[in-house]
Every structure is written in structure tokens, then in C-alpha cells.
């Protein structure tokens, strides 16, 4: 663990730093009880910034001390736990069809909410509540799920993964046969969340991400990748949607049922909507 220290601020911003493979980092932001990472993959001539955290720490600072090519920020969804770092970038990509998801999480509500529940907690002092809260002027730009970018030594293709959201991406990191999968196929995957798709979508995606030439998978909670074989796992609780008995949960404000498969590499859980626990 490192301390970066903003330029304009003297609080140090505390980043937990995991080397995934050979060209991707996985950067802890803050400290939460459910841990959100963002990553930096690196080529010789550029890099793409994945995600950008809540945003309550210096992540920007963090990246240009850290990163030395240039590079663009991609978001996996629109949830505020990977997207309200945007604030300090100037532009960043994410599909379309999460934009809805991007400016709810980036509204006034949702992020003074931020501040205080985090900001305050991990070191932000509370002269910088005004300029947190307002609205980024972060550029945005349209991903379509199929761009494919070339970083120098690495490639990265852009994968379109409808479930958790209806515009969730992942990154394939084609030489390291590494996928970033955001939050797609968490083992304890919410399917209950603004913008969220259906049980159907996430299902086919799984089929989908089966059929590229990868290992194993890193999601933004979780410091540790998990193998490619655990997909099939995530697969057959879309499907088979066994629901737990007693997994009644209010979970944000949603009364949620926990489905759950098991395998050979772990339990699979998704947590949807109590009212359509066939959906």
C-alpha cells in the first residue's frame, strides 16, 4: 500500500496496488467494507484506465504519477462505485446504453451522499464538498462493445456483457488472456441495481465470454482473478435459478432473493429482485 498526496491537497489518499498480469495493475481506491478496484492496462505506446472508483481519493493524481504513456479512461457501467472518479478526467468512454445509469449515479443526491458516507471517512476535508457534488464535466463518449485497441505489445477488445447492467463491458486482454469483467460475473453478482438486465441476458453472456480465448477473469471487487471454469458455475444459476430459503434481504432500499449454484471452483450467488425471482 502506497500514500499519494494531491497536489492541491496535503491528505494522503491511500492506493492498495495488485499486479494482475503482465500489463494490468488493479488499484484498491478507498477503504470500504466491500472493496472497489479499478485497473490500468499498460502497452508501450498507451493505456486505458478502467473504471475510476467513487472518486474520493486522488485517482487522477495516482494515474499520471503512475502511468507513463498516454492513456483514456473507460468505464465498465455506469454504477457511482466505478464512475464518480470521473470528475477529474476530461473524457471517458462507456456503452450508450448505460449513460442513464452514468448521470443518475453522478446526480447531486448520489454524490453528496459519496462525500459524506466516504469522503469525509478516507481523508477529502469538507472545503472540497463543492466542488465533489457538482456535476462532472467529464466528456463522454459512446462505446458500441466491439472496438479493439492496440496499446503497444498488448491488445485490448472491448466486450459487450449485458446483465449486472444493460451496458456492462469487459476488457479481453488478448495477450495476457485476461478478462476484466467489471461486475459481470461476480460470485456474488447484484442483478437488482439501476439500469440492471435480465437473468436471460446475464446467461448469455456467460455463453458469450465461454467462447474467447481467456484464463481467467478479474471483476472490480475482488483482488484475486478467478478462472474461466467458474463461468460455467454463474452460467447454470442464470439458468437453474434456485432460490435460497430465508434469502429475503432489503438490500439499498430493494427487497432482494439470493439464487445460488455451486461447483467445482466456488458458489455462485446473484441477488435479484424479490418480486421477479424468475425474471
Excluded at 500500500?1 to 495493475?25: C, D, N
Excluded at 492513456?71 to 476530461?90: A, C, K, M, P, S
Excluded at 459481470?184 to 441476458?201: E, G, V
Aim: aromatic share 8%; net charge negative.
Amino acid at each position: 500500500m502506497r500514500a499519494y498526496y494531491g497536489a492541491q491537497q496535503k491528505e494522503a489518499y491511500m492506493h492498495e496496488v495488485f499486479q494482475a498480469s503482465i500489463h494490468v495493475r488493479h488499484i484498491r481506491e478507498v477503504d470500504v467494507p466491500d472493496p472497489t478496484y479499478f485497473s490500468v492496462i499498460e502497452g508501450h505506446d498507451s493505456a486505458i484506465v478502467v473504471d475510476t472508483g467513487y472518486g474520493v481519493g486522488d485517482n487522477r493524481g495516482w494515474v499520471d504519477e503512475s502511468v507513463a504513456v498516454p492513456y483514456r479512461v473507460i468505464n465498465t457501467h455506469g454504477h457511482l462505485d466505478h464512475v464518480q472518479g470521473n470528475w477529474r478526467f476530461e473524457e471517458a468512454w462507456i456503452s450508450a446504453a448505460d449513460l442513464p445509469a452514468y448521470r443518475n449515479a453522478n446526480s447531486r443526491m448520489m454524490r453528496l451522499s459519496t462525500f459524506f458516507q466516504l469522503g469525509i471517512a478516507n481523508g477529502m476535508p469538507k472545503s472540497a464538498k463543492d466542488e465533489f457534488i457538482a456535476p462532472p464535466k467529464t466528456v463522454m463518449h459512446p462505446l458500441n462493445g466491439e472496438e479493439r485497441f492496440d496499446l503497444g505489445g498488448v491488445h485490448v477488445s472491448v466486450i459487450s456483457l449485458p446483465g449486472h447492467t444493460k451496458g456492462e463491458i469487459g476488457l479481453l486482454v488478448e495477450e495476457d488472456r485476461l478478462l476484466l469483467s467489471g461486475d459481470s460475473f461476480s460470485d456474488d453478482c447484484f442483478m437488482f441495481c439501476d439500469n440492471h438486465d435480465t437473468l436471460d441476458a446475464l446467461r448469455h453472456s456467460a455463453e458469450k465470454a465461454l467462447a474467447l480465448p481467456f484464463d481467467t477473469y478479474l471483476g472490480s471487487h475482488t483482488h484475486s482473478a478467478l478462472p474461466r471454469e467458474f463461468l460455467d458455475t454463474v452460467r447454470r444459476n442464470a439458468r437453474e435459478r434456485r432460490v435460497v430459503p430465508g434469502s429475503e434481504e432489503i438490500i439499498n432500499g430493494v427487497a432482494t432473493l439470493t439464487i445460488q449454484a455451486e461447483g467445482p471452483y466456488g458458489v455462485s450467488k446473484i441477488r435479484i429482485p424479490a418480486s421477479a425471482p424468475s425474471a
